[in-house]
């Protein structure tokens, strides 16, 4: 199988589960760039990266893509990043904001970020507590250039997904309950890997991120 007919088979896979609009983000971090060429040749040309070298190296060969940067940032890189990706997905602390801030200032472009929030409070993931995501946001509410699109979430891996839907339907619960509150501008749901992201989008995923499935 190539990659893009395995991409064409994860979203016939969503279009079964849902009929909502789906964001399917290829995951490219441990891609051949072979394998990416497919999918770019045959049209699709979003990726998501986790590391900011890995993207530099690979952005030149595609240029026509857009890229979602997915990983933890280290603040010192963030003026690699802002300009470069069409979202973030791991905005996690004030430091790493207040810097995408102000870059995105200086180059008067607009960062578009999901906050990134620990469910499954895994000692190895990023992202804040549930319980501080609202003053995280209320914080950010001032920021210009960086603008707070929604939410993201990693899951533990688990041989069997249904074990990990608390975390996406808690994702999903904390997304209303901020919306309530007059958040209203937290539409966003990232979450859902090649493991669990049919389970993510049955709890209100928007966006999945996948990687091996694709590119296996
Ligand atoms: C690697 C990675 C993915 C993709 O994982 P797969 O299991 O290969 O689909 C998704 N999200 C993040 C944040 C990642 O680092």
New binding site residues.
């Given amino acids: 199988m190539t990659a893009y007919e395995n991409y064409m088979n994860v979203l016939k896979k969503i279009k079964k589960t849902t009929h909502r609009n789906i964001v399917l983000v290829p ?1 490219s ?1 441990y891609a051949k760039s072979s394998d990416m060429e497919n999918l770019y040749n045959n049209n699709v040309k979003i990726f ?1 990266e ?1 590391r900011v070298e890995k993207f530099i190296k690979k952005k030149d060969l595609f240029p026509q893509s857009k890229w979602h940067m ?2 933890s940032i280290q603040t010192r890189k963030v003026k690699d990043v802002v300009g470069n990706f069409d979202l973030i ?2 905005l996690d602390r004030e430091k790493l904001a207040l810097e995408i801030e102000k870059r995105s200032l200086d180059k008067s472009v607009i960062s578009n970020c999901l906050v990134q929030v620990n469910i499954s409070k895994e000692e190895s993931k990023s992202g804040l507590e549930i319980n501080e995501v609202e003053d995280f946001l209320l914080y950010l509410a001032d920021f210009k250039n960086l603008q707070v699109k929604g939410l993201m979430t ?1 899951a533990p891996y688990v041989e069997n997904p249904e074990e990990v839907r608390y975390v996406f339907r808690e994702l999903d619960k904390l997304k209303n309950k901020l919306k309530l509150k007059g958040f209203d501008y937290v539409n966003e749901l990232s979450m859902g ?3 669990d992201y049919l389970v993510a989008i049955e709890e209100g995923a928007t966006i999945v ?5 694709i590119f296996n």
């Fill in positions: 995951v971090k998501g986790s997915i990983g997905h791991s990693m890997m090649s493991n991120r996948v990687g091996s499935e």
